[in-house]
Nanobody, 127 residues
Framework: QVQLVESGGGLVQAGGSLRLSCAGS????????MGWFRQAPGKEREFVAA????????NYADVVKGRFTISRDNVKNTEYLQMNSLKPEDTAAYYC????????????????????WGQGTQVTVSS
């Protein structure tokens, strides 16, 4: 069974940090573009960050640029999202996603570009 499983969410004060992980199983994701999205109650799922399978090309939403860092370890079949300087408006359920890509530099920013999704992990930032 192919799965993506997120972990690392929790409750943190504004200005704090969290590191999310997304572990893949059932197949290798080393040739997948991967991304992070988030969804707050009553809002649409929005793009946060993406990374190509080579690990050298990244893409960030403007609202997280300079605060969040996406990375991946293809040996561990895992991607990460380091979140620093967290704000209350970062509160949401965070989802990882994966999509096979021909180019190791491809990054995708739309939810419909991904076929594989995790179940989500909640991040709550208190003011």
């Amino acid at each position: 069974q192919v799965q993506l499983v997120e972990s690392g969410g929790g409750l943190v004060q504004a200005g704090g940090s969290l590191r999310l992980s997304c572990a893949g199983s059932g197949r290798t994701f080393s040739r997948d573009a991967m991304g992070w999205f988030r969804q707050a109650p009553g809002k649409e799922r929005e793009f946060v960050a993406a990374i190509g399978w080579r690990g050298t090309t990244t893409n960030y939403a403007d609202v997280v640029k300079g605060r969040f860092t996406i990375s991946r370890d293809n040996v561990k079949n895992t991607e990460y999202l380091q979140m620093n300087s967290l704000k209350p408006e970062d509160t949401a359920a965070y989802y990882c996603a994966a999509e096979p890509a021909v180019s190791g530099h491809s990054t995708y920013t739309e939810p419909n570009q991904y076929d594989y999704w995790g179940q989500g992990t909640q991040v709550t930032v208190s003011s």
